[in-house]
């Protein structure tokens, strides 16, 4: 979620499930429209663990900082320093969690200030804003020293430090013998940093085979949509994952049906960064009609899917983790609170779906350019639709018509391995460049 206006609504601990909790502690503040955390016991008792308040720390200078998180439970995390504009994300599991007190408005050490919300079903993000580019030197779960409690330590320094690091020349080291016979050499350095902390993230992309089990897709020259679809999907998984950098989930790895519906909730259990849809299009009354096509959310839909997400949030593009929430507070029947929740989540996704609006213009544009060096492409091949697997707003997703099964020339390419090899490359590229891209990489 973003991070912007909205950042007031969760100053210290946070999690997925005591949205409600917080609404009851400040019944004077939200009727101003505005709701606050309080930091004390009441509030950790109502959102998890208590946490002794010494977990979370800030210090160091600007040679090293250290950022202390206190944690309810041991959790999955990934750690990642960008810059433009410079600053750290902490990507964890939900879990309660405790920051260090404010700056004031003053850099501690390397960093300005730092702010955490929900970034996904499931999902927690910390934002630390920093003074420079920093790369992360260690990022590690640790207990306190009584033992009852854990938090991440996050240490940063300035990327400028390893840039004087690698202008130093090398020394070589001296071998000889002497009385300790002949010395081994030094050992081989550590790996960077800021490589580390590359590796630590890998966006997750879940491919989506149309159709499957009785529902065939389109038939025609040979070319079962299902089959063909699920086929290329596999090669593509296969592409994308030997380039290292990303995991690759896909909805469906054999012959059977899955719900569309089922298919986006896949996408969000599975925190994906990217959702591409494959499929085999089809002409009526035109053999000659051939070549890809890339579809997204069609603008008007997306209009229409911000307006319902100010009415009933059942209908929205909230989440399924989302609509849950809301009716979880319903149980509760304090109208108030439900509607202001209702309110606080549309306008969370509705802001979510503009910048993932963005990002699909910008993916989508790629994967055209790209495929269209390695396959025909239909006229005019950007195209936008209302399917029901493009109406999310938690992460990028395009929908890819590989050929048309009507071709003769498109089903034959449609069952060719040297094909899906090539066109596939196309794609893995396309995905590259995506997450190479600046829009890609703000924070949600």
């Known amino acids: 979620m973003l991070f912007g206006p909205m950042r007031h609504l969760w100053p210290h601990v946070i999690s997925l499930s005591a949205l409600f909790a917080v609404l009851t502690l400040a019944p004077d503040a939200r009727a101003q429209g505005a709701l606050v955390a309080d930091p004390g016991q009441k509030t950790q008792k109502a959102m998890g663990p208590t946490l002794p308040s010494d977990v979370a ?108 690091e690698a202008k130093k020349p090398f020394a070589a080291p001296t071998f000889g013998l002497g009385a300790a016979g002949l010395q081994p050499p030094l050992p081989l350095p550590a790996v960077r940093p800021d490589v580390r902390a590359a590796k630590a993230f890998k966006p997750i992309i879940v491919i989506d085979p149309g159709h499957g089990g009785h529902d065939t897709g389109a038939m025609k020259n040979g070319a079962i949509e299902k089959d063909v679809v699920l086929a290329f999907s596999r090669v593509l998984k296969r592409k994308i994952e030997e380039a290292g950098r990303f995991k690759v989930q896909m909805t469906r790895e054999t012959d059977e049906f899955i719900e569309l519906g089922e298919r986006v909730a896949f996408a969000e259990r599975n925190n994906a960064s990217l959702f591409i849809a494959v499929h085999a299009d089809y002409a009526d009354s035109n053999n000659k009609a ?33 609509v849950e929430i809301v009716k979880k507070a319903s149980v509760d029947g304090d109208v108030d609170a439900v509607a202001a929740v209702k309110r606080i989540l549309a306008d969370l996704a509705g802001r979510d779906l503009d910048l ?69 490359d196309s794609i893995t590229t396309a995905v590259d460049n995506y997450f190479a891209s600046h829009i890609a990489r703000m924070p949600m």
């Open 290 to 322: 051939r070549g890809a096509t890339i579809y997204s959310l069609r603008d008007s839909v997306a209009n229409a899917l911000q307006r319902s997400a100010k009415g009933d949030a059942s209908e929205s593009i909230l989440s399924k983790d989302e």
């Open 57 to 164: 720390a800030l210090g160091g200078d600007q040679a090293r900082t250290r950022f202390l998180i206190g944690l309810g439970r041991t959790v999955d995390y990934q750690v990642l320093a960008l810059t433009n504009p410079n600053r750290v994300i902490v990507e964890l599991s939900e879990t309660t969690l405790l920051l260090p007190k404010e700056t004031g408005g003053k850099a501690v050490g390397l960093i300005n200030s730092f702010r955490a919300g929900i970034s996904g079903p499931g999902k927690l993000r910390v934002v630390i804003d920093v003074t420079q580019p920093v790369v992360v030197e260690s990022a590690r779960i640790e207990k306190t020293s009584d033992g009852k409690a854990s938090r991440l330590a996050v240490m940063i320094v300035p990327a400028s430090t390893l840039t004087k």
């Open 356 to 424: 993932t609006r963005e990002r699909t213009s910008v993916f989508s544009k790629s994967v055209v350019d790209l495929m269209g060096a390695s396959t025909h492409m239909r006229n005019d091949p950007a195209q936008q639709a209302g399917f029901r697997v493009l109406k999310t707003a938690h992460f990028p997703s395009v929908l890819i018509e590989l050929a048309y099964v009507t071709n003769k020339e498109d089903a034959a390419l449609l069952q060719s391995d040297a094909w899906r090899e090539k066109v596939a």
